[in-house]
């Protein structure tokens, strides 16, 4: 029997795998440390510091969101050596800064006009349990798309925003655009579910009070 076939017929010693792979075992040990360390850093330094500076820069396009048409450019370019949202939003990516900066350009573009970009951003924007900013970023995506006469999108959307955060103030605004998106897909069982569902669920809301016409008029083209 050669030396090979010897070698190959021994029996495998107990504990054999560890001792020849002890070096290997070793390095991959080591290298789960050094990753979980880096990770670590990421997350409480990098990100952190990310995160400040953003907001740091961010808060001059902050003063021109809610300003005069005329002034949206300086919101979304920047203004002097302030950066504006777009920047922030692809610069300072994984940051709550460029989150918002989503929502911000989103709300911006829609005001300008530019329905497709404001899909976009909107898109971008990432949910953050917050009982305002949730839903009113799926109710301005459903607004994008209702523009953009992509009704089905916007009933999506529009439908989402309602049952993401139920109180009297979003949820039935949101279902009346529902409502009526559902109308222009011809499908007014649903608008009259819809309009219905502010009746009985947000009596007290402003949508409320002239709810019953629109129940009606969806009723009388189901049948």
């Known amino acids: 029997m050669s030396t090979t076939e010897k070698e190959i017929n021994q029996p495998v010693r107990r504990g054999s795998f560890l ?5 290997s075992l070793l390095f991959i040990a080591g290298a789960i440390v050094v990753l979980i360390g880096i990770y670590f850093w990421y997350q409480n330094v990098y990100l952190k510091n990310r995160a400040e500076e953003a907001s740091a820069k ?8 809610g300003a005069a048409d ?5 919101a979304i370019k920047g203004e002097g050596g302030y ?5 922030i939003a692809e610069e300072y990516d ?3 800064s460029a989150n918002l900066a989503n929502l911000y350009l989103g709300g911006i ?5 530019e329905y ?7 898109g971008k924007y990432s949910e953050t349990g917050s009982p305002v ?3 009113l970023a799926l109710g301005l995506l459903g607004d994008a798309y209702s523009e953009l006469k992509d009704y089905k999108q916007a009933a999506t959307y529009y439908k989402k925003a309602a049952d993401k955060s139920s109180n009297k103030f979003t949820s039935p605004m949101f279902l009346k655009k529902l409502g009526l998106v559902y109308e222009h897909l011809k499908d007014f069982k649903k608008a009259e579910e819809a309009y219905t569902k502010i009746k009985t669920q947000y009596p007290e809301s402003t949508e409320a009070a002239l709810i019953d016409g629109y129940i009606s008029r969806a009723s009388v083209q189901a049948k």
């Open 58 to 65: 961010m808060y001059k396009a902050e003063q021109y969101v």
């Open 109 to 113: 573009y829609l005001r300008k006009g």
């Open 70 to 74: 005329s002034l949206a450019n300086k």
């Open 83 to 87: 950066p504006g949202l777009e920047k």
């Open 116 to 122: 497709k970009k404001a899909t976009e951003a909107l």
């Open 133 to 135: 900013a949730d839903p």
């Open 94 to 96: 994984n940051t709550k």
């Open 19 to 23: 001792e020849e792979n002890s070096k």
